[in-house]
């Protein structure tokens, strides 16, 4: 049983009202054109008020009733399952565009845990345009992106940056601000540990608590579009 869809009721209403449209145009529109006999006036104006939720196949759907985009109808997607209805993809689209079996990829879907290759990551990454931290999530890849930010700020960040822009995808320019900067932070707060120590060893505990959370100080840092 999947998760509802993270639905964007607000946004279905506008768009509704700025083609003109009635909940009985939209109805029609997808029992017309979709096939989905069901469809009532009763259906749009309940997701509408937030009081129901479309189904995968009822937004797409309605997205075309609306002459949108799906990923227009919903919140921010978070599994591997929403961002590809958000581009409006079948399942069949994005195993073969990542040359997965479609079998394997449904059951990646179900249990959201992608467990392709390298290359069949980087056609994912295509397919969906997923954003880097949108990536690094889908994948599972964030242990490994914690494990190199932790050593970038507490050695040389110089010396993880080729590896960090691998991982991500990114070109290297865009992460020497973020890192220089990550790197600073961290050195201060130890820096500063220490000086309240008077100079002996210290617990460390707010290092410790910057390298917990490492993953979230980067993307707050990332220049994202």
């Not at 409006?88 to 992608?114: F, I, K, P």
């Amino acid at each position: 049983m999947h998760t509802p869809l993270p639905f964007n009721a607000r946004a279905a209403r506008i768009l509704r009202e700025k083609l003109g449209m009635a909940p009985g145009h939209v109805a029609y529109g997808m029992r017309a054109s979709y096939g989905m006999a069901y469809i009532t006036p009763d259906h749009i104006t309940a997701w509408e008020r937030g009081t129901a939720l479309p189904s995968a196949g009822e937004l797409t759907a309605l997205a075309g009733a609306l002459w949108c985009n799906p990923h227009e109808l919903m919140g921010a997607p978070r599994t591997l399952r929403e961002h590809r209805i958000a581009r409006g993809l079948a399942a069949e689209d994005v195993a073969r565009a990542t040359g997965v079996d479609l079998d394997a990829y449904q059951q990646m879907e179900e249990t959201s845990q992608w467990t392709g290759s390298k290359r069949q990551s980087a056609a994912l990454a295509a397919a969906l345009t997923l954003p880097p931290r949108d990536f690094i999530a889908i994948t599972g890849l964030e242990d490994e992106l914690a494990r190199l930010l932790a050593e970038a700020v507490s050695t040389r960040w110089q010396a993880h940056i080729r590896a960090i822009a691998r991982l991500i995808a990114v070109d290297r320019r865009d992460l020497q601000d973020p890192l220089r900067d990550m790197h600073h932070e961290y050195q201060t707060l130890m820096a500063a540990t220490l000086s309240r120590a008077g100079g002996t060893s210290a617990s460390g505990e707010d290092g410790r608590r910057y390298l917990d959370d490492i993953v979230n100080h980067f993307w707050s840092r990332f220049p994202e579009d």
